[in-house]
């Protein structure tokens, strides 16, 4: 039995996507698409209004086996939607199943990486704001308060965006790269010098204080944090300017260049 039934693996391809969710009764409303660009990983998108899903899967999955495409289906349909108490089935579902495809992944000859895989030349562009320069402004916080100790790359956000950040990336050596992006919202004449300067302080704390796990939760701005964020000189005009300015900012849309 078993010589048969190996034959029968070799004389049959693998059944298709489009195979295997037509022997389902529960997914009629999902379908699959190649995305030749996606690197690594795979996505669902859902078309709420239809109640139909989209999953999208990078080329090297369209020839995995059955049993990748059965676990990349079920992931496609896990729901959205769901009880407190099913949470936590529904996250160890979701990873096992992440799991198990990406073990497949990383078994094939050219497996894409897990993760990105950093390029710091992308992001080593022009610095120049309309008034500050955030290269000027990291080096002159990062002598004042970090002893000119901490590193990092430094970026404008696009024009209309309102969120600062700090990434921590790996690059293709195993460095550790700092990333810092502020908000396109700063990049104004308006913008005082203490607030570029209290923004850019304040990701940097990122990289002085990273975010350390509690009772299985990130902390990121932790009791730490707050502390030596707060004694930034400018913190408090800092947070007063915030409240009164940015939304005045953001109504005259004064930001945008
Ligand atoms: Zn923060």
């Known amino acids: 039995m078993e010589?048969?039934?190996q034959l029968s693996l070799l004389l049959y391809p693998p059944a298709t996507f489009d195979e295997l969710i037509?022997?389902?009764h529960d997914c009629a409303a999902?379908?699959?698409a190649v995305n030749t660009r996606l690197r690594r990983g795979w996505q669902v998108r859902s078309q709420p209004l239809s109640s139909t899903r989209q999953l999208i899967i990078p080329s090297y999955l369209a020839d995995a086996p059955e049993e990748i495409k059965t676990c990349l289906i079920e992931w496609a349909l896990l729901p959205y939607r769901i009880s407190r108490l099913h949470k936590a089935v529904l996250r160890e579902r979701r990873s096992s199943l992440e799991k198990r495809i990406w073990s497949?992944?990383?078994s094939l000859p050219h497996a894409p990486r897990r993760g990105s895989r950093f390029n710091p030349a992308r992001f080593s562009g022009d610095?120049?704001?309309s008034v500050y320069d955030l290269r000027e402004v990291f080096d002159s916080v990062n002598a004042a308060w970090f002893e000119g100790k901490l590193a990092a790359?430094?970026?404008w956000g696009d024009a209309s965006s309102k969120t600062s950040y700090h990434m921590a990336k790996t690059d293709a050596a195993g460095n550790k790269v700092h990333l810092i992006t502020i908000a396109g919202l700063y990049n104004h004449p308006r913008v005082p010098r203490f607030a570029i300067e209290a923004i850019m302080h304040h990701e940097m704390l990122h990289i002085a204080i990273p975010p350390y796990r509690k009772n299985s939760r990130a902390v990121i701005h932790g009791k730490?944090?707050?502390e030596a964020e707060a004694k930034f000189t400018?913190?408090?005009?800092?947070r007063v300017w915030e409240r009164e300015q940015v939304p005045f900012l953001l109504k005259r849309r004064w930001f945008k260049r």
């Open 30 to 32: 999902l379908s699959v």
């Open 234 to 238: 400018w913190f408090h005009e800092w």
């Open 22 to 24: 037509s022997r389902r």
């Open 104 to 106: 497949y992944i990383q």
């Open 127 to 129: 610095t120049a704001g």
């Open 153 to 155: 790359l430094v970026r």
């Open 3 to 5: 010589t048969v039934s």
């Open 224 to 226: 730490e944090f707050r």
